[in-house]
């Protein structure tokens, strides 16, 4: 979307963009929490430099609502093309090539579907393709998503690239936890920290979303941590297994290393299920601690929920609450760092049915 519009990072965007567009560096490190906006604001920096109607802050593209943004092989684009009546695309045409993946000089990386890591062979091609100078822009742009998730060989393979870049490339790496990247990779980037959203923001994204009910909106604002992604993943009913973890909250007081070992395998295999699923936790135990002391609603879960959170709160004492939420953030960074997730699962269950049986 333009650049005006951006919710929470429009500041930072602008200025980035300033800086682009006069003395940029080689490379960017857009570090921050999930869900926050940093691969947003990367796309709308490539936008805005690339667009050839209207380049800067307004470029033509609506990113949120490009009528091409499904790639043409697909039955909903096909359909769309039948449809005389059908919303037509007012992008230019870098706009377009770039929103579908297929700019000459646009590269986007990100991690292979079925898979926990960015391959070096990605990156090799990407710094072939960084070596040709630009043939349709002024300059070669590329973006490297789930950044955390680059093995060791393919950051050092990169590292040469970001020792000796050329002088026509930018390059863009996202990543949600910066101790993941090796200290000389993010020693050659300028990083650039994305804050968590605040709650005005989020409401107001879930509105454009579609949640017209301001309480609820609020109240899911409130959950989400200052991510959008968690937020919308809340308004559409698409959250990470909530029922299920709250049931074995609601045990975890006889908890065993067996049950503990099984939580740790179904829902924190591997890294993407584990950050997200400490962050739930987290969450759940927060809204837990507020019922507790301030007696606040459970407006953003489901009906059913809402019994067993406000028995959670009646049973389980403040410091208890309080032990878990430290202990679940903790665990939290300590995936984003690369620990072994289901170790820090098995060490959480365990820890947390330790302090709800008070010992």
Not at 74 to 93: L, M, P
Not at 119 to 125: H, K, P, S
Not at 161 to 183: F, N
Not at 311 to 326: E, F, M, N, Q
Request: charged content about 25%; aromatic content about 4%; hydrophobic content about 45%.
């Amino acid at each position: 979307m333009p650049i005006a519009s951006i919710r929470g990072h429009r500041e930072v965007a602008s200025r980035l963009l300033a800086e682009l567009r006069s003395r940029p560096s080689h490379a960017y490190l857009f570090a921050g929490p999930r869900g926050v906006g940093k691969a947003l604001v990367a796309t709308s920096l490539v936008h805005a430099m690339m667009c050839e109607r209207s380049p800067g802050e307004d470029f033509c593209c609506t990113t949120a609502r490009c009528a091409v943004r499904i790639a043409p092989q697909t039955e909903r684009t096909r359909a769309r093309a039948a449809d005389a009546d059908a919303a037509r695309c007012d992008c230019c045409s870098a706009c377009v090539q770039i929103a579908t993946g297929v700019h000459p000089d646009f590269s986007y990386l990100s991690r292979p579907v079925g898979r926990t890591e960015v391959l070096i062979d990605q990156v090799r091609e990407l710094i072939a393709r960084l070596g040709i100078r630009p043939s349709r822009s002024s300059v070669r742009m590329a973006i490297i998503d789930d950044a955390e998730s680059l093995n060791i060989p393919a950051q050092n393979a990169l590292l040469k690239t970001l020792e000796e870049p050329p002088g026509h490339a930018i390059i863009i790496m996202v990543s949600a936890s910066e101790r993941a990247l090796l200290d000389t990779v993010r020693s050659r980037t300028r990083t650039v920290r994305f804050p968590a959203l605040q709650t005005a923001d989020l409401e107001a994204i879930l509105a454009a979303h579609g949640v017209d009910d301001k309480a609820r909106a609020s109240a899911l604002a409130l959950l989400a941590r200052g991510s959008a992604a968690n937020a919308i993943a809340l308004a559409d009913g698409d959250e990470p297994p909530m029922k299920e973890l709250l049931d074995a909250l609601s045990t975890a007081k006889s908890i065993d290393f067996a049950r503990a070992q099984s939580l740790a395998q179904e829902f924190f295999a591997n890294r993407d299920a584990a950050a997200g699923n400490f962050e739930l936790l987290a969450r759940l135990l927060e809204e837990i601690l507020c019922y507790k002391l301030l007696k606040a609603d459970f407006v953003a879960f489901a009906p059913e929920s809402r019994p067993k959170l406000a028995s959670l709160a009646d049973s389980l004492g403040v410091d208890a609450i309080v032990k878990c939420i430290d202990a679940a953030v903790r665990a939290g960074e300590a995936v984003e760092a690369n620990a072994n997730p289901r170790l820090q699962a098995e060490n959480w269950w365990t820890i947390a049915g330790h302090a709800m049986r008070g010992e």
